[in-house]
């Protein structure tokens, strides 16, 4: 019996979803019009003069986009929340922080109502993930200032028994997972990969652990054939996926036992459209069609985004799921952040990865992409690192040739591949990073 954290939702025929969410959204749009000084004059710069004019979800499209950097400058001008902080300072419960690597950090109020449907989002998405009451769970997330902090929340209204052992300290993981025997580990996809690695350089059997889930998030990679194989087959445990976006919601999409993408769990608070990202045009959302995530808040207090460009590129199922949940399902295919143009053909770097770790065991299944230049567009050959597996002394004969023709074959780029010696590209224990630009000009 598949565990659904809330059927109604979860399993509601997705045009009485739509019927639920529009008139949420009617509601959101008249609270946006009273208390949001961002989106009253955005609305009305775009031609909208009020609530009533703007009609429903189906007409969501007419409005305009919201953009990072809009946000950004909204929260520079009028700080330190915004121009679109809608809700009284006094209501707020807490207030999250992006890192700030370059200037002041993004601030992220929330109310306890705003919590509390954070919560009950990220519940859905734990739950269709694996976790259970009773059920013991490693965490490796700091909660720190950052909007992922609010994990912790759910793994407590959830009931699960949680043994946060944070990130950086592999040794201290590896006791916890020793001693105490979790069902369960939280974790990036690249950490997941770097604590096999550890554990088979110990000597330690990592599918003699007693997991039995590995649940990933915070980047692309758990959604990759050769990654994911790697991770179940070295823990003998199954990977479920999760996706959230810190502007919107944590954890909007988890993966099921199907393993055939990640549901949508922001029903009745989040409405999500993919749009072309080029265009911006609205596409038909079938089984196999890809595009990019655009949300809309329906319940949002603090600050609530309509049409938020997510830059998330994915690919999407709406096909009914062996688990039950009606809702729709993606995968990740990478984030715009990280995209390059060769030649006008974009280039995830992330996709160059799942194609390079197909050649495993000659390969570890890192990379890192090391452009020549600055900036988004480049010219071929893109210049590729791609590490050598465990035990491979010598780069094998036309290993490198046979992947930059798989990468020709497959994202109909050109790129050049030097093979580099196992444990040489940095690993982390966070989030790994793609693109290098330390050889740029
Ligand atoms: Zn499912």
Known sequence: MTHIHRPEVETREPAAQHARDDAAWRR??????????????????????????CGGLDEL???????????????????PFGHHLAADPAALQRIYSTSGTTGDPCYMPVTAQDLANWIEISSRSYTAGG??????????????????????????????????????????????LQLMRPEALLCTPSYAVHLAEQLAAQGIAADGLGLRRICVAGEPGGGEAQMRGRIEGAFGAMLCEAMGIGDVSISLWGECDAQQGMHFGGGDHVHVELVDPESGAPVEQRDGATGELVYTALTREAVPLARFRSRDHVVWWS??????????????????????????????PSAVRAVAAGFAPQVSGAMVIRPLRRGVRQDPPLPVHVELGPGEAAPPAGLARAIEQAVRATLVASVRVTLVPFG???RSEYKTKLLDFGDAT
């Open 131 to 176: 976790l259970r009451r009773g059920m013991r769970v490693v965490s490796t997330y700091n909660a720190g200032p950052f909007v992922a902090g609010a994990a912790l929340d759910t793994i407590t209204a959830l009931g699960v028994c949680h043994i946060p052992v944070g990130t950086g300290n592999t040794a201290r993981l590896v006791r916890a």
């Open 61 to 79: 499209a007419r409005l305009p986009f919201t953009e990072k950097d809009e946000i950004r400058r909204s929260q520079a001008e009028a700080p």
């Open 424 to 426: 040489s590209i940095g």
């Open 28 to 53: 959101q749009l008249r609270y946006l019009f009273d208390r949001s000084d961002f989106y009253r004059d955005k609305f009305r710069a775009a031609g909208v003069a009020d609530a009533a004019s």
């Open 319 to 348: 096909s009914p799921c062996a688990c039950g949940r009606t809702t729709p399902r993606v995968r990740c295919i990478g984030r715009t952040d990280d995209l390059v143009i060769v030649r006008g053909v974009n280039v995830f």
